[in-house]
C-alpha cells in the first residue's frame, strides 16, 4: 500500500474507532495495537463469517478452543524450540535490526535477482550499503515463566500457532466427535511470536490472531484435499468482494518450506507496502503426518486412527488452512478504503470517504437517523431501533445536518441509512440511502428489517 494510503488508513482507524495504538498514554507500545468498538465488531463479523464457512457450515469440521499455554514438551515435539527461529542482523551504522530473509526478498523483488550476500544490499533505515552483521538465529518463541519462581522448570511459551491444540487434542476430539478421517478441526484464537521487525501497522504484530483448520485425511488422498483446499480458501476471499487482481497464490519453493511441510501455497494480497508489493494472509499446507507422528514419539501416546472398514491403523495426514486475522482486517481496509470526488447537481464538488466494506462484516448494518429532534420523529426512528437492534447492529443518531451524519457512516462503512422525516408520520415510509451508490429511495418502516437481513444473510 503506498505510505500515505496506508497513513490514511491508520488515521481513519483511530479517528473513528477501529484500531488504536496501544499503550498510548504512556507513549506506546511498537507495534501493539488495540481494536477500538467499530474494530471489534469488524473483527467478530470475521470470525463469524470464518466459523460459519469453515465449521459450522461443514459436516466434516468441528471446533476447538484450547489453552495458550501449552506443556513445554509440545513445543520440543512440534519442532519450534529447535526450529522456529529467524535470521537476525544489525546494520552497523543506525544499529537497527532486520530479518536477513526478508532483506534478501526485497533486494529480490526490487533486482530480479538474489543478492550474493548482505553486502549487496542498503540499510532500508539509514541507505548504507554492506554494512550489515553476520545473521544469527534469533527464536520467536515468547517466554513466560509459571509458578513462583523464575527459573528453568516453570519456563513455558506463548503459543505461536494455535495449531498445535488441536493436534494434541487430536484423539479428544475424534473420540467425542465420533468423527473419521477425513475431517477437520478448527480453532480461532490468539497467537505471540517474538517478531524482529513488526511493522506495516497491524500486518505483522508480537500478538495476533489466527484461525486455523486441520484437516486429518486418510494417507495418500492429501494431495487432492490439498488442492481442493486451496481452492476453496481463494474462492472466499473472492466471495467477499475482494479485488480478485490483487489476490494471488504464491507456491513455496521447496528449499523455503516449513519444517513440517510437503507443500505450501499461500493466498497473498497486493498491499503495496514499501519494499515489498504482496503480502501473505494464509497458507494451506500439507503437513503431512509430521505433528501427530512427533506427538505419538514424544507422548508415547498413541495419534492413530482405527479404520474399522480396512482394519488397520493409521496416522492421519494433515491439510492445514491458517489466516491471520488481524491480516484480513487489514485487507478488508485496504479493500474498502476509497477517497471519493462526487460531481453535484448544482456543478460543485464535494468530497467523501467511503469504506465499502461488505454488508455482512460491516461493523453497523443501519443507521437510524431522525432528520429533526423534535415532532416525534426520534421517537418513531427510537421504534424501528426497537425492532432491528436485536436481528443485527443497528446505530442511532440525532445529532447534526444530516449530510454529515451520512459522510460519518460512510466512512465507517455501514451500508444503510434510514432518514425518518416529517411523510413518515404521513404515510410510514423513510428514506433509505444505500452507501455506495448513494442513491435514495422511499421504504415503508415495516420492510427495513427485510431488506437489511436479505443483504446480510
Ligand atoms: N500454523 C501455521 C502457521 O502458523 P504461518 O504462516 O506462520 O503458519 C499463518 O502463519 C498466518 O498467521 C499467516 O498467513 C498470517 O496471516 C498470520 N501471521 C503470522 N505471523 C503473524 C504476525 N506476526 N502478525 C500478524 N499475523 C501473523
Redesign the pocket.
Known amino acids: 500500500m503506498a505510505a500515505d494510503r496506508l497513513e490514511n488508513i491508520v488515521a481513519l482507524s483511530k479517528r473513528r474507532g477501529f484500531v488504536y495504538p496501544s499503550s498510548e498514554i504512556y507513549g506506546g507500545l511498537r507495534a501493539s495495537w488495540d481494536y477500538g468498538p467499530l474494530g471489534v465488531e469488524l473483527k467478530n463479523n470475521v470470525k463469524r463469517q470464518w466459523w460459519r464457512t469453515m465449521v459450522q457450515g461443514r459436516e466434516d469440521v468441528v471446533g476447538i478452543d484450547s489453552s495458550v499455554i501449552l506443556a513445554r514438551e509440545v513445543w520440543e515435539a512440534s519442532g519450534h524450540v529447535e526450529t522456529f527461529t529467524d535470521p537476525l542482523t544489525e546494520c552497523q551504522e543506525c544499529h537497527k535490526r532486520f530479518r536477513a530473509d526478508h532483506l534478501e526478498e526485497n533486494f529480490e523483488a526490487k533486482n530480479k535477482r538474489k543478492p550474493a550476500s548482505l553486502d549487496e544490499v542498503n540499510c532500508p533505515n539509514c541507505g548504507n550499503k554492506g554494512k550489515f552483521t553476520v545473521p544469527r538465529q534469533f527464536s520467536g518463541l515468547l517466554k513466560t515463566y509459571l509458578g513462583a519462581v523464575e527459573d528453568e522448570s516453570g519456563l513455558a511459551y506463548l503459543r505461536?500457532?494455535?495449531?498445535?491444540g488441536i493436534f494434541i487434542n487430536f484423539e479428544n476430539v475424534q473420540m467425542t466427535s465420533r468423527k473419521k478421517p477425513p475431517f477437520g478441526i478448527g480453532q480461532i484464537g490468539k497467537?505471540f511470536?517474538n517478531?524482529i521487525t513488526?511493522g506495516n501497522f497491524?500486518?505483522?504484530?508480537?500478538?495476533?490472531?489466527?484461525m486455523?483448520m486441520e484437516f486429518f485425511c486418510v494417507p495418500g488422498t492429501d494431495e487432492e484435499w490439498h488442492q481442493y483446499w486451496i481452492d476453496l480458501r481463494l474462492d472466499w476471499y473472492k466471495n467477499l468482494g475482494i479485488n480478485p487482481d490483487r489476490l494471488r497464490l504464491f507456491e513455496h519453493p521447496k528449499e523455503k518450506l516449513?519444517h513440517y511441510s510437503k507443500r505450501?501455497v499461500?493466498?497473498e494480497y497486493k498491499f503495496d507496502f514499501a519494499g515489498t508489493e504482496w503480502g501473505?494472509?494464509?497458507?494451506i499446507?500439507s503437513r503431512t503426518d509430521f505433528d501427530l507422528s512427533r506427538h505419538q514419539t514424544f507422548s508415547k501416546k498413541k495419534m492413530q486412527y482405527f479404520d474399522t472398514e480396512i482394519n488397520q491403523h493409521y496416522v492421519p495426514y494433515v491439510i492445514?488452512t491458517?489466516?491471520?486475522?488481524?491480516?484480513?482486517f487489514l485487507l478488508l481496509l485496504a479493500n474498502a478504503y476509497e477517497e471519493q470526488t462526487i460531481q453535484k447537481e448544482d456543478g460543485t464538488t464535494d468530497a467523501r470517504v467511503v469504506l465499502h466494506l461488505p454488508a455482512k462484516l460491516a461493523p453497523i448494518k443501519l443507521a437510524i437517523l431522525p432528520l429533526t429532534k423534535k415532532d416525534g420523529l426520534p421517537e418513531l426512528a427510537k421504534q424501528v431501533m426497537d425492532d432491528c437492534k436485536k436481528s443485527f447492529h443497528c446505530f442511532f443518531e440525532e445529532k447534526d445536518a444530516i449530510g454529515k451524519r451520512y459522510r460519518r457512516q460512510d466512512a465507517i462503512g455501514t451500508p444503510f441509512c434510514l432518514t425518518i422525516d416529517h411523510q413518515t408520520k404521513e404515510d410510514g415510509t423513510a428514506t433509505i440511502r444505500y452507501r455506495d451508490s448513494m442513491l435514495q429511495e422511499r421504504i415503508a418502516l415495516d420492510k427495513v428489517k427485510a431488506l437489511v437481513l436479505s443483504n446480510i444473510d
Open positions: 505461536p500457532e494455535t495449531a498445535q497467537s511470536r517478531e513488526p497491524i500486518f505483522r504484530t508480537r500478538e495476533f490472531e489466527q486455523e516449513s505450501t499461500d493466498i501473505e494472509l494464509e497458507g499446507a492445514e491458517s489466516i491471520g486475522l488481524d491480516r484480513m
